[in-house]
T-cell receptor, first 109, second 112 residues
Framework: GEQVEQLPSILRVQEGSSASINCSYE??????FPWYKQEPGENPKLIIDIRSNMERKQIQELIVLLDKKAKRFSLHITDTQPGDSAMYFCAASDNRIFFGDGTQLVVKP | ETAVFQTPNYHVTQVGNEVSFNCKQTLGHDTMYWYKQDSKKLLKIMFS???????VNETVPRRFSPQSSDKAHLNLRIKSVEPEDSAVYLC???????????FGKGTRLTVV
């Protein structure tokens, strides 16, 4: 099946700075790339997604970029806040969804 | 708002016992999943079930088995639990495989 690599595993940033999480995939048939946020004690929830017909999508402070040629996609959080501290998972899907291993984001006040 | 319901929330059991976790989704989705999330927070797919087609992650031990009565329910049975089965088990559902996946709150299993 698809393999999704996610880096870094832990990311510590200062409040107000930006945070970037990078993912890569192997299967060129993958056409859907969601991002999930999991807060402590909660279940993962979708925060933003992008399909293969787009290269960039922004929802408020969240930006996702997709480079189909390089098979890479990334999440950028601008102006991070302590409430952004959580686990973030990327995923890739062509009809079966595969998750990355997650990134623990810590936003320091 | 929860639309994927899991029971129980927590379960503590002894090595060698059998356990069963329930999952129901009210979203009308056609695909359901079971994930295992360990202490390192890795999300590992165990099973996906779609239109009576079961896809099994080949790394899942045979003591685990999914049970489905209809497309809204996918239960998880573990025969003879082992200490390494201690984890949070997340049920999820989606409409086909390339749309948003909705997760339940999880069942935390502790094997003593």
């Amino acid at each position: 099946g698809e393999q999704v690599e996610q880096l870094p595993s832990i990311l510590r940033v200062q409040e107000g700075s930006s945070a970037s999480i990078n993912c890569s995939y192997e299967d060129s048939a993958s056409n859907y790339f969601p991002w999930y946020k999991q807060e402590p004690g909660e279940n993962p929830k979708l925060i933003i997604d992008i399909r293969s017909n787009m290269e960039r999508k922004q929802i408020q402070e969240l930006i996702v970029l997709l480079d189909k040629k390089a098979k890479r996609f990334s999440l950028h959080i601008t102006d991070t806040q302590p409430g952004d501290s959580a686990m973030y998972f990327c995923a890739a899907s062509d009809n079966r969804i595969f998750f990355g291993d997650g990134t623990q984001l810590v936003v320091k006040p | 708002e929860t639309a994927v319901f899991q029971t129980p929330n927590y379960h503590v059991t002894q090595v060698g016992n059998e356990v069963s976790f329930n999952c129901k989704q009210t979203l009308g989705h056609d695909t359901m999943y079971w994930y295992k999330q360990d202490s390192k927070k890795l999300l590992k797919i165990m099973f996906s079930y779609n239109n009576k087609q079961l896809i099994v992650n080949e790394t899942v031990p045979r003591r685990f088995s999914p049970q489905s009565s209809d497309k809204a329910h996918l239960n998880l049975r573990i025969k003879s639990v082992e200490p390494e089965d201690s984890a949070v088990y997340l049920c999820a559902s989606s409409f086909r495989g390339n749309t948003e996946v909705f997760f339940g709150k999880g069942t935390r299993l502790t094997v003593v």
